[in-house]
């Protein structure tokens, strides 16, 4: 097999030569980047061919030369702490993560991820916590952009509040002829998109009727539902290099300034 063609897909009509994958950890935003780069810049998205979207990034080797399937990669985050707010919330319905019996287990305990729990014979990762799997994850991807290949973090946090500014880096990475105006309007999707794939694509990029909820991207927020205490337990736990990977410099200060006095009643009260 020639590991050079992992990651390619077969040009579908009326699709542009360019191509361009998306990768990022559960519920971060990648079915949001694809909306956005499949509308707009009319540039078909790869999420799971090759490789899954949400594992960590394998080392795929050609002699001594490492590839990455060809394609440019646009990787999409959270914050860690309003990520693993919301990898508690998800882990509920038991498909991709194990529930924990509460918020405070949760980021204690080992962590669990399947590509579906309901299937057998998937892929499983296990790490030391939530915060150890948001490290991996993205300290890979940075590492893979460390040896040239062509990777590109966005903010789930951008996509939302300034998704023209988004799309503009992400039009440059592809190297479009005319790169996204951002002064261009942008409309985010009312509800909230549901999960797709390569595979059923007709039928998964349908929109549910669930709100979209833009509170969802605010840290303040997210502070405020999980409490100081538990989010020191992550920020114990995560990375300053992966962080700043992920263009967050200075989060940790930001952090303090965005926990208000609801986020310490919530430690007070106990945890969740």
């Not at 009319?42 to 399937?69: C, E, N």
């Not at 440019?72 to 993560?97: E, G």
């Not at 948001?134 to 300034?162: I, K």
Request: proline content about 6%.
């Amino acid at each position: 097999m020639d590991i050079s063609t992992i990651g390619r897909s077969e040009t579908r009509p009326g699709d542009d030569a360019v191509q361009v994958r998306v990768m990022g950890t559960p519920r971060s935003g990648t079915n949001l980047a694809k909306y956005l780069v499949e509308r707009y810049l009319k540039t078909p998205v790869v999420f799971d061919q090759g490789f899954w979207k949400h594992g960590i990034f394998p080392a795929l080797m050609s002699g001594r030369d490492l590839q990455y399937g060809e394609l440019p990669i646009i990787v999409v985050s959270k914050d860690p702490v309003t990520q693993i707010l919301s990898w508690y919330r998800y882990a509920r319905n038991n498909t991709v993560f194990e529930q924990g019996k509460c918020l405070g287990s949760f980021l204690n305990r080992p962590f669990e991820i399947r590509q579906d729990f309901t299937e057998p014979k998937q892929m499983e990762y296990r790490f030391r916590n939530p915060s150890d799997y948001w490290n991996q994850f993205y300290f890979a991807m940075d590492a893979l952009r460390r040896t040239g290949a062509p990777v590109h973090f966005v903010c789930y946090e951008q996509l939302v509040s300034s998704p023209a500014l988004a799309l503009n880096s992400i039009s440059r990475l592809l190297g479009l002829s005319s790169p996204f105006d951002v002064a261009s309007a942008v409309a985010i999707p009312q509800h909230a998109l549901g999960a797709s794939n390569d595979i059923d694509r007709a039928a998964s990029s349908t929109i549910d009727q669930t709100a979209f909820d833009p509170a969802r991207a605010e840290l303040a927020s997210a502070l405020a539902r999980i409490g100081w205490r538990n989010a020191r337990t992550i920020l114990r736990d995560i990375d300053d290099d992966v962080i700043c990977a992920t263009g967050r410099t200075g989060f940790r200060k930001l952090c303090r300034e965005a926990a208000g006095p609801a986020a310490f009643l919530r430690s007070l009260v106990g945890f969740w």
